[in-house]
């Protein structure tokens, strides 16, 4: 019989700081961690960091769409070609939505492109109708690469060790 202390539950490593791509991050890690990068352009992304915000955003498109779909068809007056006064709030949820996550995707496109080595002005693709998007879709598939490294933050270099008082 031993007595020492047996841990019964694994100890989980810390996440990477925010500066760093955080590889295997979960749905709901990835999207806190989107809202807290909000407009970071430097640095890098892993594809879990990335796919997670995407099914966040997909998602969240998709339920007020078709909950501002169906309200505005259910209250409309005039057959649908117009929607019903109750989907007037959703729009505007929906449309606040839209507009508050460009800014979060495009960062997180740009840092999504240094981890797989490329330059962040591939962004720019994205102007093109339909086959930019497909294009850069397939780049945020790509692995991460060793040459995304260059993109991590530089740390600060000290000539001098830091001074300790000396004992007295």
Request: glycine content about 8%.
């Given at each position: 019989?031993?007595?020492?202390?047996?841990?019964?539950?694994?100890?989980q490593?810390?996440?990477?700081p925010?500066?760093l791509?955080y590889y295997?991050?979960?749905?709901?890690d990835?999207?806190?961690r989107?809202?807290?990068?909000?407009?970071?352009f430097?640095?890098?992304?892993?594809?879990?960091?990335?796919?997670?915000?995407?099914?966040?955003?997909?998602?969240?498109?998709?339920?007020?769409?078709l909950?501002?779909y169906a309200v505005?068809m259910?209250?409309?007056?005039?057959?649908?070609r117009?929607?019903?006064?109750?989907?007037?709030?959703l729009?505007?949820l929906?449309?606040?939505f839209l507009?508050g996550?460009?800014?979060?995707?495009?960062?997180l496109?740009v840092?999504?492109?240094?981890d797989?080595?490329?330059s962040?002005?591939?962004?720019?693709?994205?102007l093109?109708?339909?086959?930019?998007g497909?294009?850069?879709?397939i780049?945020?598939?790509?692995?991460?690469?060793?040459?995304?490294?260059?993109?991590?933050p530089v740390?600060?270099?000290?000539p001098?060790?830091?001074?300790?008082?000396?004992?007295?």
């Amino acid at each position: 019989m031993s007595y020492q202390t047996q841990p019964s539950v694994a100890a989980q490593p810390a996440p990477p700081p925010l500066e760093l791509p955080y590889y295997g991050i979960g749905f709901v890690d990835a999207v806190k961690r989107g809202f807290k990068k909000y407009a970071t352009f430097a640095g890098r992304a892993s594809r879990s960091e990335y796919w997670w915000w995407a099914l966040f955003t997909f998602l969240t498109y998709t339920v007020l769409g078709l909950l501002a779909y169906a309200v505005g068809m259910a209250t409309s007056r005039d057959g649908g070609r117009t929607p019903g006064l109750l989907a007037v709030p959703l729009l505007i949820l929906f449309a606040v939505f839209l507009f508050g996550v460009i800014v979060p995707t495009l960062a997180l496109t740009v840092r999504r492109l240094h981890d797989a080595g490329y330059s962040g002005l591939m962004a720019l693709l994205l102007l093109v109708p339909y086959l930019g998007g497909l294009i850069i879709m397939i780049f945020a598939l790509l692995p991460s690469s060793a040459a995304g490294a260059k993109y991590d933050p530089v740390p600060a270099y000290h000539p001098y060790p830091p001074q300790t008082p000396y004992a007295q």
